[in-house]
């Protein structure tokens, strides 16, 4: 099967799940690291899954319209509070849209 066609799979706070789905939040962010890096490389769709829910009903698909690097003063600041302890000097901005 073509990798390129599986979505990326990301299970989210509750919080950021409800920013997401309220449109608040168009960014995710990941540690610039070998295991993102391979996880990442050639996606188009990202599902949201929240907290590790069993119903998938509730995912919510979207679109991935760019990614890039970033350092870590260039985290939003709820950010940086979550990567606080992280060794990673880059991080993955991972801007999307939601799909209807």
């Given at each position: 099967m073509d990798k390129k066609l599986n979505p990326l799979i990301l299970h989210l706070k509750y919080d950021y799940y409800h920013m997401?789905?309220?449109?608040?939040?168009?960014?995710?962010?990941?540690?610039?690291?070998?295991y993102w890096d391979k996880r990442i490389k050639d996606k188009k769709e990202i599902i949201f899954v929240p907290g590790y829910n069993l119903d998938?009903?509730?995912?919510?698909?979207?679109?991935?319209?760019?990614?890039?690097?970033?350092?870590?003063?260039?985290?939003?600041?709820?950010?940086?509070?979550?990567?606080?302890?992280?060794?990673?000097?880059?991080?993955?901005?991972i801007n999307f849209e939601l799909k209807s």
């Open positions: 997401i789905m309220s449109g608040i939040k168009t960014f995710e962010y990941r540690e610039k690291k070998p998938n009903s509730i995912n919510l698909k979207a679109d991935i319209k760019e990614i890039f690097i970033i350092d870590f003063d260039d985290l939003p600041e709820y950010a940086k509070q979550e990567f606080l302890e992280s060794s990673a000097p880059e991080f993955y901005a």
